[in-house]
């Protein structure tokens, strides 16, 4: 019926509180702020960006991403109900029993690629029962992931790129890990960082950033 399309979403998701969103924007900062400092980084600049360069040949990473909205972890994209799954998904006894609950978001790491910026959400099991079983095949029908692979909070796009951009960025972090690809950089204090071909950066945390995030929906 109308009235049961208008009451599904946008998307469900985890929101963060507030003071843990400033949190996670100020450390996103910060590492696009070393990323962007790094040597190796540098010499890659331009499969990165054709910005104009800093008398130091850095850019502004800051600039090069647009924030979009308030920080969340999406589990279910459902586009008021067009979306495949949206009205089955709304109906899962978990999903409504889980509606406007606090639980704390586990932020494993940064990652920067020339289109999005995002943390990697590490889900618990307890999260886990909220994530849509095809959120990974959906994007990488051939790839054999961990269920929540893709989870991630969204903390920048570069112009033009659209928020589904993050999720699809990270599988392919995960199918480089899974194929053990990736150098390890350098040691950045806060956590290691580590390049998949000179586009791709992930700073991975030596200790979680925790951030209490709320289960909803989201109407736009
Ligand atoms: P995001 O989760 O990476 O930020 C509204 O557009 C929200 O739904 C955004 O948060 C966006 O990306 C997410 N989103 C948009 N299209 C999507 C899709 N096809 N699958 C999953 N999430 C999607």
Request: aromatic content about 10%; some cysteine; proline content about 3%.
């Amino acid at each position: 019926s109308a009235l049961e399309a208008a009451a599904l979403p946008l998307f469900f998701g985890w929101f963060l509180a507030h003071k843990h969103a400033l949190e996670l924007e100020k450390r996103s900062r910060e590492f696009l702020k070393t990323l962007s400092q790094l040597d190796q980084f540098k010499q890659h600049i331009s499969q990165f960006t054709s910005e104009e360069l800093g008398s130091q040949g850095e850019v502004d990473l800051e600039k090069h991403f647009q924030s979009r909205g308030v920080l969340h972890c999406t589990t279910k994209f459902c586009d008021f109900g067009k979306a495949d799954g949206a009205k089955a998904y709304a109906e899962k006894e978990v999903v409504r029993e889980s509606m406007g609950c606090v639980t704390v978001l586990q932020i494993s790491a940064f990652f920067a690629t020339p289109r999005t910026v995002g943390a990697r959400v590490a889900l618990t099991e307890e999260q886990l029962r909220l994530w849509p079983p095809d959120a990974e095949k959906e994007v990488m029908p051939d790839v054999d992931l961990p269920l929540g692979s893709r989870a991630h909070v969204t903390l920048g796009c570069a112009e033009g790129v659209e928020g589904v951009q993050t999720g699809i960025d990270l599988l392919e972090f995960a199918k480089l890990e899974k194929e053990g690809s990736g150098d390890k950089v350098q040691d950045l204090g806060d956590g290691t960082l580590y390049s998949y071909g000179n586009d791709m950066w992930m700073l991975r945390l030596s200790r979680n950033v925790e951030a209490p995030a709320m289960f909803s929906g989201f109407y736009g």
